[in-house]
């Protein structure tokens, strides 16, 4: 059984550091691109950060590039390093796993599909 499940998550003021973490369980041989997405209240899910397992080539949206770090460890559990914080970062983050091609993981597109894997999401806010 495959199980995701995001924490650090927190209220900081602008300037500030968090780093989540997504401990993983059950995904093996299920995924070989690990991501990070954020949503707020009446928006979209939007992608931030992706690393593939495969090379780690990673991926960032714009708006976080230079601020944010994503990684991961040979467990497949994945970290992003948010610092810098603003208070439009503020939004709840999910963690995700997905089993794609490398190339489709480092698009900056990547969004899981029927066959990906959610986590909870853990809400940061960041106050000015």
């Known amino acids: ?3 995701l499940v995001e924490s650090g998550g927190g209220s900081v003021q602008t300037g500030e550091s968090l780093k989540l973490s997504c401990t993983t369980s059950g995904l093996a041989y299920r ?5 990070w ?4 209240p009446g928006k979209e899910r939007e992608g931030v950060a992706a690393v593939s397992t495969v090379g780690g080539t ?4 714009d708006s976080i590039k230079g601020r944010f770090t994503i990684s991961h460890d040979a467990a497949k559990n994945t970290f992003l390093q948010m610092d810098d914080l603003r ?3 503020s939004a709840t983050y999910y963690c ?3 089993l ?4 489709q993981c480092a698009s900056g597109s990547w969004h899981p599909g029927p066959a ?5 999401g853990t809400q940061v806010t960041v106050s000015s």
């Open 37 to 40: 997405f954020r949503q707020v």
């Open 116 to 120: 990906g894997y959610w986590g909870q």
């Open 1 to 3: 059984q495959v199980s």
């Open 58 to 61: 990673t991926s960032y949206a």
């Open 100 to 103: 794609i091609p490398p190339y």
């Open 87 to 89: 208070p439009d970062d």
């Open 31 to 35: 995924s070989n691109c690990l991501g």
């Open 96 to 98: 995700a796993a997905d």
